[in-house]
């Protein structure tokens, strides 16, 4: 009679620790599955992420192009405004700092307005109004390290390089100076631009 109670018990802590295997394995198998799940998920939100910051890039850079090609567009109607007279203009596309200290790139756009202009030739000298400490100085080319321009165009002439300013001056105003064939003098001018535009 013990024995067959023995028994008993044995078989029913048997059955019992069987089944509590069997809950621990389904219990490990359904976490398995979870994690596999949640990498899954992990991997799917990298790619949307990547793919977003791609596209974020992309837009970027679009309108970026939309911006010059809208700056472009607006050169060329100045150019072929048929309203406006042979006024020479100057035009800035750009003055930008460079990595070196006190070192600018520009790139500027000298223009005939009309369709009834005639040829422009000549030189054209840069020069620079800057403010070093509490004092106006006037740079001249020489001593902004850029060689004269020579000028020949009907319509424009892009006017590109780079200039240094003297350590602790700040650009105030950008200045063309023009000799024309034929003895004509012209001086142009354009702000320089702020620390936000540089």
């Known amino acids: 009679m013990a024995n067959a109670v023995l028994l008993a018990v044995l078989a ?8 509590q295997q069997e809950r621990a394995e389904q219990a490990l198998a359904q976490t398995e599955r979870s994690r ?9 939100l990298q790619a949307l ?16 192009q939309l ?4 700056q472009q567009l607006a050169l060329y109607r100045q150019v072929l405004a048929p309203d406006q007279g042979p006024e020479l203009m100057l ?14 790139g520009f790139r500027l756009v000298l ?12 030189q054209a000298r840069l020069q620079v ?9 006037t740079l001249d080319a020489e001593q902004l390290g850029v060689a004269p321009f020579s000028l020949d165009f009907r319509h424009f002439q892009m006017l590109s390089g780079t200039l240094r300013l003297p ?9 063309l100076l023009l000799e024309l064939s034929g003895g004509g003098r012209r001086t142009l001018s354009l702000n320089w631009p702020g620390p936000d535009n540089t």
């Open 12 to 19: 029913y802590l048997g059955l019992h620790y069987q089944q």
């Open 36 to 44: 596999q799940e949640l990498l899954t998920l992990k991997l799917e």
């Open 49 to 64: 992420l990547s793919a977003e910051s791609s596209q974020l890039a992309q837009l970027e850079q679009q309108a970026r």
């Open 67 to 70: 911006a010059e090609q809208a």
């Open 91 to 104: 035009v800035q596309e750009a003055i930008v700092a460079q990595e070196q200290a006190e070192l600018f």
């Open 111 to 122: 223009l005939q307005p009309g369709d009834r202009a005639g040829r422009i030739r000549g």
């Open 129 to 137: 109004r800057a403010l070093s400490g509490d004092q106006t100085v």
């Open 167 to 175: 350590p602790g001056a700040r650009g105030q105003r950008l200045e």
